[in-house]
Structures are given as C-alpha cells and as structure tokens.
C-alpha cells in the first residue's frame, strides 16, 4: 500500500532562509507527486507536481526516486509562505491522492 | 468560474441525525473525489465519482456512509445517524479527468457531531 510521510509537524524560520519541507514515500510502482498549500482561511491549493518539473512563488522540488523523497524547497522564505503544506502521492487507475499528515510552515519577519 | 463549491461550511448534527454534504465541481469537470480530515491527520480518500457512477469507494466506511453524484445536480455526501467519530472537516475535489492532473479542492464542510 502506498504510503506518505512528512516527518515534522512545524518548521520556523525567519525571513529570508532556506526552507526545506521533507517528504518521504513508500510506493510500488511509478509514483506521481504533488505539493498542495493550505493558507489561512483558504482551500488547499495545488502548489506543483513533479512531472511539470515547474517552479511555483519560488518553490521547487525534485524526485529522487533512489530516496523515495520528494522534498520542497526555497532558497528564501518569505512571510506570505507562511501556511500548511502537504505532500500526497496520486495513485492507481483512478489516481486517488494519499496525502501526507502536513507540515505547519511559519515565516518570521 | 466559481471553483468547487461546498456547502454548508460548517454543520452541526446531534448524535443520530443525518449529514448531507453538498459538492458542486467546477464547470467542466465530471470527476469528483471526497476526503475527510480528521484532527492532527492528514486528507483521507473517501470516494471517487463520476456522473452517476462509483468508481472507487474503498475510503468510505462500510456503514452509514453513501456517495452520489447524479445526472443533474451537485455530488452528495451522506452521513447517516451520525457520531461524535464522524466529527471532521470533510473536503470534495474535481478534476477534468483523473486525479493526474492535480484536483482542484473546495473549502471543505466541517462537521460537527454533538
């Protein structure tokens, strides 16, 4: 069965630094991945998925199939990054999401 | 385009009534998918949709719980004689064509059971 981990519940970091949000996955066959963002008050949001290779509001993050991760990063946090961040895994004919449990990301000025 | 629209954003039920939850996916889209989020947990599959089919419920409980998306109106999600379990923020998402796309999520109902 296909399974989503994301290790941390919350990251804090200031303005300005590195974010990386980990993501880890256990899946047997050809995974396709997603980032989705919860801001405040607001639906989630599909933030990017890994076979658009694309970057979002400066958030990128490779498949490393030899690690079964997928993690999120950006060179510079900014506050309005501050949100809950989840990584799920589409799955199957009928591509349901397995979602991780999220992580909380908190940007101080 | 109104997005996927959910309703009611929050409902209140007492200890065996029944919950009906309300999706209408975006224009365009056939395919529909409902979650549920308990607290402290991330998004759970529930049950996968199309116009007036099941395709996949192997998320939803085997009683008590019943999915529909008929022909004309929005997809239903029904909770009968609810308990304080069932307590959750339930979302609905659509997607034009498979869940590869990347769904596009409502702004989930959240239930409350007391």
């Known amino acids: 069965a296909q399974r989503v981990t994301q290790p941390e519940k919350l990251l804090s970091v200031f303005k300005g630094a590195p974010v990386e949000l980990k993501c880890n996955y256990s899946y047997s066959g050809s995974p396709e991945l997603f980032w989705y963002v919860q801001y405040s008050r607001q639906r989630l949001q599909l933030l990017l998925r890994?076979?658009s290779r694309e970057s979002i509001k400066g958030f990128t993050a490779d498949l490393n199939k030899g690690e079964t991760s997928f993690h999120l990063k950006k060179p510079f946090a900014q506050e309005e990054d501050s949100a809950m961040y989840y990584c799920?895994?589409?799955?199957?004919?009928?591509?349901?999401?397995?979602f991780g449990k999220g992580i909380t990301l908190s940007v101080r000025p | 385009n109104a997005g996927v629209m959910q309703n009611p954003r929050h409902l209140v039920r007492r200890r065996g009534q029944e919950a009906r939850l309300r999706c209408s996916p975006m224009?365009?889209?056939?395919?529909v998918y409902w979650y549920r989020q308990l607290p402290e947990e991330g998004l759970k599959f529930m049950v996968y949709l199309q116009k007036e089919n099941i395709i996949d419920e192997s998320g939803m409980p085997k009683e008590r719980f019943s999915a529909e998306f008929p022909k004309e109106g929005p997809s239903i999600l029904r909770i009968q004689q609810v308990v304080r379990g069932d307590s959750a923020a339930y979302f609905c998402?659509?997607?034009?064509?498979?869940?590869?796309?990347?769904?596009?999520f409502g702004s989930g109902t959240r239930l409350t059971v007391v």
């Open positions: 799920a895994l589409a799955s199957g004919a009928n591509s349901k999401l397995t």
């Open positions: 224009k365009g889209h056939s395919h």
């Open positions: 890994h076979i």
């Open positions: 998402a659509s997607s034009p064509g498979g869940g590869n796309y990347g769904y596009t």
